[in-house]
């Protein structure tokens, strides 16, 4: 696809269920970005990947909270045991070598009952 | 360390008039910066950036920034705001040569009143 795409755009799940948000990024793109969007709290950076280097995971809230990136290309944030307060917007963003901005998806949209 | 501030939640302007959306940054070093929108459901789509040279930036839909490094500002405008620009804009900084991760402010929610 042309843009940034992330499954599912809606999950609601109960508290303590685990679940997995899914990102895939622009074809070719190598760094990939997963941020968290709460209400009245602006973007909460994650976790992100470039090429084939290690994660730079100093984002992630707590151990419940894990992201793998398959190939260099589709990435999966899993939430564990999940809580009330993990329910916000997740957005995936990836860039291009040599580029400095980067592309959003639309998010997926994580309610926790 | 860096960091970004957007001082106002809410910036309310009449379709016509100049809108002006506030960014104030801090990084140990040169910044690059960064403008975003976001419609109601929608992600971030990128608008603008400064990396170097001009001050004055120009972006997508007329909307402009102008980086001011003795205010460490980078304010983001438009001559004639449309009622249709109405949305939540987002300002990033990350440092040159340094994280490759940007830094988000919280958000300005820009009304456009017709």
């Known amino acids: 696809g042309a843009g940034v795409s992330q499954s599912p755009s809606n999950k609601v799940t109960e508290k303590g269920k685990d679940v997995e948000l899914r990102c895939d990024p622009i074809s070719g793109h190598t760094a990939l970005y997963w941020y968290r969007q709460s209400l009245g709290q602006g973007l909460e950076f994650l976790i992100y990947?470039?090429?084939?280097?290690?994660?730079?995971k100093s984002g992630l809230p707590s151990d419940r909270f894990s992201a793998e990136r398959t190939g260099g290309s589709v990435s999966t944030l899993t939430i564990q045991r999940t809580q009330q307060e993990d329910s916000a917007v997740y957005l995936c963003?990836?860039?291009?070598?040599?580029?400095?901005?980067?592309?959003f998806g639309q998010g997926t949209r994580l309610t926790v009952v | 360390a860096q960091s970004v501030a957007q001082p106002e939640d809410q910036v309310n302007v009449a379709e016509g008039n100049p809108l002006t959306v506030k960014c104030t940054y801090s990084?140990?070093?040169?910044?690059?910066l960064f403008w975003y929108v976001q419609y109601p459901n929608r992600g971030l789509q990128f608008l603008l950036k400064?990396?170097?040279?001009?001050?004055l930036v120009k972006g997508s839909y007329g909307f402009e920034a102008e980086f001011n490094k003795s205010q460490t500002s980078f304010h983001l405008k438009k001559p004639s705001a449309l009622v249709s620009d109405s949305a939540l804009y987002f300002c990033a900084v990350r440092v040159s040569g340094g994280s490759y991760i940007p830094t988000f402010g919280r958000g300005t929610s820009l009304i456009v009143h017709p």
């Open positions: 990947f470039q090429g084939n280097s290690a994660p730079d």
């Open positions: 400064y990396i170097t040279g001009d001050n």
């Open positions: 963003a990836s860039s291009a070598t040599g580029k400095t901005e980067a592309f």
């Open positions: 990084v140990s070093g040169n910044p690059y």
